[in-house]
């Protein structure tokens, strides 16, 4: 158990809708990580977040967005949703000191849109 | 832009037969190389961390190794449960971490 949760596991949804994904850090890490993996693609960043502040931004969609909460747990929200959204989404989290750590990933959430 | 290559795709392996699986890395400011390993439908779980070239770690049956260009996961005499996707992925001066899209090694028995 890596300490992260991630809610729900599993999701169906249709074309257009909206979603809310949402991961609890362990305890004590500031910073969570969103990832979406793909069956023909490997772990894709989205956007990283250090103690509510937006640290990194990767390839994420302008339909998607993320925030991170005072209590440090962090949400996904993707909207206007897609066939080719339906993926995993994998958070992450660590201390996110100046010194470069290991990341603990949660189980993920399954996206599928039909 | 910072890329991360893995090779091969996919490693086939007799129980005992050792092989390498590479990680060949381009980033401003590597701050650190990172090996997970990722079972199906679970998430990566962390096995190593390389600082700086010339580096080495152990566990177990794995080593992992670092030069300026690559990283190599060494696996000697591999076991049916070393099969699983082995994931790369590079920190740089902007903190955030980016993967290769891994080998997957199914070790036969």
């Known amino acids: 158990d890596s300490g992260v949760t991630q809610t729900p596991k599993h999701l169906i949804t249709a074309t257009g809708q909206r979603v809310t994904l949402r991961c609890s850090p362990r305890?004590?890490?500031?910073?969570v990580y969103w990832y979406q993996q793909s069956l023909d693609q490997g772990l894709q960043f989205l956007i990283q977040?250090?103690?509510?502040?937006?640290?990194a931004k990767g390839n994420i969609l302008e339909r998607f967005s993320a925030q991170q909460f005072p209590d440090l747990h962090s949400e996904l929200n993707l909207s206007s949703l897609e066939l080719g959204d339906s993926a995993l989404y994998f958070c992450?989290?660590?201390?996110?000191?100046?010194?470069?750590?290991?990341?603990?990933f949660g189980e993920g959430s399954r996206l599928t849109v039909l | 832009e910072d890329q991360v290559t893995q090779s091969p795709e996919a490693l086939r392996l007799q129980e005992g037969e050792s092989s390498s699986l590479n990680c060949s890395y381009t980033?401003?400011?590597?701050?650190?190389l990172f090996w997970y390993r990722q079972d199906p439908g679970k998430g990566p779980e962390f096995l190593f961390t390389?600082?700086?070239a010339g580096e080495e770690k152990e566990k177990e049956r794995l080593k992992a190794t670092l030069t300026k260009k690559e990283s190599f996961l060494h696996i000697t005499a591999p076991k049916p449960e070393d099969s699983a996707t082995y994931l790369c992925?590079?920190?740089?001066?902007?903190?955030?971490?980016?993967f290769g899209a891994g080998t997957r090694l199914t070790v036969k028995p």
């Open positions: 992925a590079v920190q740089a001066g902007n903190n955030d971490m980016r």
């Open positions: 977040y250090y103690n509510g502040e937006e640290r």
């Open positions: 305890s004590g890490d500031l910073s």
């Open positions: 992450a989290s660590s201390d996110g000191g100046l010194s470069p750590g290991e990341l603990f």
């Open positions: 980033v401003s400011g590597l701050r650190g």
């Open positions: 390389l600082y700086s």
